[in-house]
């Protein structure tokens, strides 16, 4: 074998010039901004809370692309845009964002960040996203760090392995941002923040989130009896085109709604604004708003008589855990152009019910004429919030429907929807019946029912019905009965708002 030295002076000048460059691309690889994680160096991404605009199904959570695992993955429903958003829990500093994508990966998708979930900055933008593992430099300092993918590359949805923010944490919170130039190869980038308005509206961050929180697994006391309260509020404003959560500030901008509890509620409905009205409802610390499509007869209205009840129950076994609403959470359960029955009757208790008619997936087209008998229905809405948001885009992504755990502890709450709160169950009558033929919804057909919900309970008074109730193996109401026995003196009683003994 010949020596270095032995070469001609111009080889070893060229193989001295390979190793300088060889070492100093070492080097940058090392240094530089896409050099690879060293093994103990942990994302700040790593364990904290997740969300995501849909999930495939529930084995692919959000959670799940900031697990640390990349034998799990989130992976979102087969449409665009989707999103997948991580809240670091405080402002910090960034660098890099690692997305180790599964084969359903992103071909158009941007990268923003956010000190308050609010107001969104573009940090990277890319049109022609490979796949497989990709490091993309950042730079700045927030607390939010969303992807939203507009164009797949599959027919699939977008799946991620791992979503991955390196950086170092920062004190102060700034949404100030200074957008890198894009890495070779990567695609054109287009720096900036990104349009308020309808387009970029719709995340509203709760004041005072509740994060560090993990669904309980725990196996409560064996109480027995109920673990409900029902709120009975009767209508309180009807055949009103406004809809406060879906078209605010836009008044008959929506189909005909059938409005109970709160008396003041509009397309301008805040929650300072449900602080100043009344209540239909028993419970006068229920200043909250529920509404519904109106129901027609053809073309006459037909609204519910009296007061309807709305149940809060445990939608999870450890019914210890319940805590109330957030004042001011929104949501809507069910969809407004749904049409698949099969979905809609899964849904419910037990579909449309009229006479000795039971799990109708829509309207019947007759019911018994008798007098005493009223079309039903009973529908339940999720009762797993993330924590995080009084309200999100669809107005739902911020609930979620507890999970089978398939062992001991029966239902939890999902990892990126944690908190537990009561499981509001509509039970709604209208009296009608007979030929039914022309009884629709202001929505549309019988699956498109669904109904609205916004919180404005008294935070003591709901507090104490979920101790006294919930928390306590009782079946009470407004006034009391704990429905065991209507002889029996009831255990609570609302007195001046308050639940007391």
Known sequence: MRTLGRLPRSRRLTLAGIAVAVVALLGWFATGPLHSATADEKPLSQGKPATASSVEGRAYPASAAVDGDTGTRWSSAFADPQWLQVDLGAPATLGRVVLNWERAYAT?????????????????????????????????????????????????????????????????????????????????????????????????????????????????????????????????????????????????????????????????????????????????????????????NGDVAVNPEGPQVIYYKTGVTDYRSIRPFPKGLRFV????????????????????????????????????????????????????????????????????YPIDSHSAAGMVCPDDHPVAVPKLE????????GDMSKVHFASGAGPTFHYDFFNAWDDRTLAAMINGCIVAARQCDAQGHDGRDDQQPAPYVLNNNYLLP
């Open 333 to 400: 359960v069910g969809n407004a152009k749904n049409t698949d029955a099969d979905k809609f009757l899964a849904a419910t208790e037990k579909g449309f019910e009229c006479g000795d008619s039971y799990e109708n997936k829509d309207i019947p087209k007759s019911c018994p004429a008798d007098r005493s008998v009223k079309l039903n229905i009973r529908y339940q809405a999720p009762s797993c919030w993330d924590g995080l948001h009084l309200d999100s885009p669809d107005h739902q992504s911020h609930m979620a």
């Open 108 to 296: 158009v998708f941007t990268l923003q960040v956010s000190s308050d979930a609010t107001t969104w900055t573009q940090v990277y933008a890319t049109q022609s996203g490979t796949g497989g593992k990709q490091t993309i430099p950042v730079a700045g300092t927030a607390r939010y760090v969303r992807l939203t993918g507009t164009a797949r590359a599959t027919g699939y949805g977008y799946s991620l392995w791992e979503f991955q923010v390196f950086g170092t944490s920062s004190a102060p919170a700034t949404a100030t941002v200074n957008p890198p130039a894009s890495p070779s190869g990567a695609g054109p980038s287009s720096a900036g923040p990104i349009p308020t308005g309808p387009a970029a509206a719709g995340w509203i961050m709760a004041p005072n989130p509740v994060t560090n929180v993990k669904p309980s697994h725990e196996i409560p006391p064996n109480k027995g009896g109920f673990h409900e309260f029902q709120a009975n509020c009767s209508v309180s404003r009807t055949n009103l085109g406004d809809d406060p959560i879906v078209f605010p500030n836009l008044p008959g901008a929506s189909h005909l709604h059938t409005f109970m509890g709160n008396t003041t509620t509009n397309a301008a409905t805040t929650i300072d604004s449900l602080a100043k009205g009344q209540t239909t409802c028993k419970a006068k610390g229920d200043l909250s708003a529920y509404w519904m499509p109106t129901l027609l």
């Open 426 to 433: 509509f039970k709604m009558a209208w009296p009608v019946n």
